[in-house]
Structures are given as structure tokens and as C-alpha cells.
């Protein structure tokens, strides 16, 4: 019940922000998607990117190696007002790419005030 309050937030902040997702020509971080929209595809990685003893599922882990093709798409998400509303910890979230053993994960990327590491 509390990751489909999560999974609630995540899409009533997505939503109401504005009306909407805002137009992007091709010029954000995650190309013509918009980043909140990205964000919402980590929901699987709420409870990993809240606590760092948690446990990373096979789902989340598919989403951060599909994501992390574009790291800065990535670094947005991680960073984005979405995860924020959903009481996601950038300094947590930032070590999903390595708890999920992802081989070709941007090692170093600077996002924000962190590093991934």
C-alpha cells in the first residue's frame, strides 16, 4: 500500500505541475522526453532510492541500465522535482547504477552535488 501511494504522488506531481508535461523540442536532458516523464519510470526504485540497506529489484536495475544510456537523462531524473515529491535521496539514489552491478555505469558523473559512484 505504500509504494501505490508513492506510485500516486509520483503521477499526481507529474500531472499537476503546470497543467502538464511541458513541450520539449529535442533540447532537454532526455531529448524530446520530458524528464518528469523519464522519472516515472523509476518508480520500481523508490524503496532502493529511499534506503540504501534496501534491496534493488531486477526491474529497477533494467530501467536505471535503460535510462543511464543518456547519463545527463539520468542525472535529470535522479535530480528531478518528481523524485524529490516522492521523498527520493539523491545521495541513495545515486548509488542504484552500482548496486545494480551495472558494468558501463557513468563512474564519476558529477549530478548535481554528487558523484556517482
Same mark, same amino acid.
Not at 545521495?91 to 563512474?107: F, Q
Given at each position: 500500500?505504500?509504494?501505490?501511494?508513492?506510485?500516486?504522488?509520483?503521477?499526481?506531481?507529474?500531472?499537476?505541475?503546470?497543467?502538464?508535461?511541458?513541450?520539449?523540442?529535442?533540447?532537454?536532458?532526455? &531529448?524530446?522526453? =520530458?524528464?518528469?516523464?523519464? #522519472?516515472?519510470? !523509476?518508480?520500481?526504485? $523508490?524503496?532502493? /532510492?529511499?534506503?540504501?540497506?534496501?534491496?534493488?529489484?531486477?526491474?529497477?536495475?533494467?530501467?536505471?541500465?535503460?535510462? &543511464?544510456?543518456? =547519463?545527463?537523462?539520468?542525472? #535529470?531524473?535522479? !535530480?528531478?522535482?518528481? $523524485?524529490?515529491? /516522492?521523498?527520493?535521496?539523491?545521495?541513495?539514489?545515486?548509488?542504484?547504477?552500482?548496486?545494480?552491478?551495472?558494468?558501463?555505469?557513468?563512474?564519476?558523473?558529477?549530478?548535481? #552535488?554528487?558523484? !556517482?559512484?
Amino acid at each position: 500500500m505504500k509504494y501505490l501511494c508513492l506510485f500516486g504522488l509520483v503521477v499526481v506531481v507529474m500531472c499537476g505541475a503546470g497543467g502538464g508535461f511541458q513541450k520539449v523540442d529535442g533540447a532537454g536532458e532526455c &531529448g524530446s522526453v =520530458p524528464v518528469e516523464r523519464e #522519472a516515472f519510470k !523509476l518508480a520500481p526504485c $523508490a524503496p532502493a /532510492a529511499q534506503d540504501d540497506k534496501a534491496a534493488v529489484s531486477d526491474k529497477c536495475c533494467l530501467q536505471v541500465k535503460s535510462i &543511464g544510456q543518456n =547519463p545527463s537523462c539520468l542525472c #535529470a531524473v535522479m !535530480l528531478s522535482d518528481a $523524485a524529490k515529491s /516522492a521523498g527520493i535521496k539523491p545521495e541513495i539514489a545515486m548509488t542504484i547504477p552500482k548496486r545494480c552491478n551495472l558494468a558501463d555505469r557513468p563512474v564519476g558523473l558529477k549530478c548535481g #552535488a554528487y558523484t !556517482l559512484p
